[in-house]
């Protein structure tokens, strides 16, 4: 079904089921409920989920695949976002086109950028990456910000020169990105009993989106062009032995790994028409890097679950302050409270990075293989092998064969 074996289709379903009932799995709490704060099924932190999801699952087809690890990622992210938020500005408000040309300019970037970097390997092709990345961040900074706005950031105007549409609306605000005419912005609530959902069409186009990038990573991972992929991982100096020429191969991925990068700054910008600098700084190139080895390098869904630990954290851990941990330990002890306060708050708030630092070095050193590694690991442990019973029946029992000449 849709060209995929069992393994496969079933792992596309889960991942189907998984984005069709987010609203529902993360507001696991009630709202009234003291664990509520733990929730995370409102919007903004859902689209975050799948956007860098398909950052991740681009960022996991170049290093997943052929092991060239890029330091500079972001910066595709961040053209991609430039090249939404110009588009609006001039043509439309819908979305698809923002996002359509997000993903070209990012793959023309990407291209430039690989036939350059990809003449080395190694720790040489990370640290070039690294230096075109900063490059792009400091031209976006300071030098072109005609462009894109510099420090302030490239953001919509009541007077933007729009040819099809309006540049403000009747009530003299700016118009809000839409679908032909489904805007990005609208909800929809559903209460039962103690709980609140909230159903968001800017969601459901991101994780629409997300689960076409997922399918076409799967078809990619298992068509002949990524076995040459996993041969230039391999064993790439043998693989040019042999006649064949890599380049191609890994120029190729790298590019397809840019526009994914590009997919997700152009829906960045479909959610938010607002792009700045900061999103192609070396950090944030690095974020994608711990989101693909926490989730699993290498692998399919690995990606996008590493991506949702890192934004979980980001959104909802680094929220909780010190009041809240006095609120939890107030049952305890007088002078106990206080020293579990003082242990814990260092891994919260703003310390939620030495949280993730940890939960990373715990991964690379236990868990090779991510999260889904883990999880494989404790499937194994509910999987139980049966082994046919001995019996003492002799029916059970296979006959002596007499030997040759009795």
């Known amino acids: ?78 053209v991609g976002s430039y090249a939404g938020v110009w588009m609006m500005k001039l043509l439309t408000m819908n979305v698809i086109p923002a996002i359509i040309i997000s993903v070209i300019f990012a793959g023309l970037l990407s291209a430039l950028i690989g036939w350059i970097s990809l003449r080395r390997s190694g720790i040489y092709f990370s640290i070039l990456t690294l230096a075109f990345a900063q490059m792009c961040y400091a031209l976006a900074y300071s030098v072109l910000t005609p462009i894109t706005g510099g420090e302030t950031g490239l953001q919509l105007n009541l007077d933007d020169p729009r040819i099809i549409g309006a540049s403000q609306t009747a009530e003299g605000n700016i118009p809000v990105p839409h679908l032909f005419g489904l805007e990005m912005n609208q909800t929809w609530q559903l209460g039962m009993g103690g709980w609140e959902f909230t159903f968001s069409a800017g969601y459901y186009l991101a994780a629409v989106v997300m689960l076409v990038s997922f399918y076409l990573a799967i078809r990619l991972f298992r068509s002949p062009f990524g076995m040459m992929l996993r041969a230039v991982k391999s064993n790439q100096q043998r693989m040019n032995y042999t006649g064949l020429n890599s380049r191609p191969y890994t120029l190729a991925a790298f590019v397809i790994s840019g526009m994914y990068a590009g997919l997700a700054g152009g829906l960045m910008v479909a959610m938010d028409p607002l792009a700045g600098a900061e999103r192609m700084i070396w950090t944030a190139s690095g974020e994608v890097v711990l989101m693909t080895i926490l989730g699993g390098a290498g692998t399919l869904i690995g990606p996008v679950l590493g991506a949702g630990l890192i934004k979980y954290l980001e959104n909802i851990l680094s929220k909780i302050n010190k009041g809240v941990l006095e609120q939890w330990f107030a049952v305890m002890p007088d002078g106990i409270d206080t020293f579990l306060v003082t242990i814990v708050y260092p891994f919260i708030g703003k310390g939620w990075h030495l949280t993730l630092g940890i939960i990373f070095m715990l991964v690379v050193i236990f868990l090779p293989g991510g999260l889904v590694e883990g999880a494989q690991r404790i499937g194994k442990l509910f999987r139980r092998t049966r082994k046919p019973a001995a019996t003492d029946d002799p029916e059970h029992h296979p006959k002596p064969q007499p030997h040759v000449g009795e």
């Open 1 to 78: 079904m849709f060209g995929l074996d069992r393994k496969d289709l079933t792992l596309f379903l889960v991942v189907v089921a998984l984005a069709l009932f987010a609203p529902f799995l993360l507001n696991p709490f009630p709202s009234d409920s003291g664990l509520a704060q733990f929730n995370a099924g409102y919007p903004d932190l859902m689209q975050r989920f799948v956007i860098f999801g398909i950052f991740a699952i681009g960022f996991n087809i170049l290093f997943g695949l052929t092991g060239y690890l890029s330091f500079g990622h972001a910066a595709f992210l961040g």
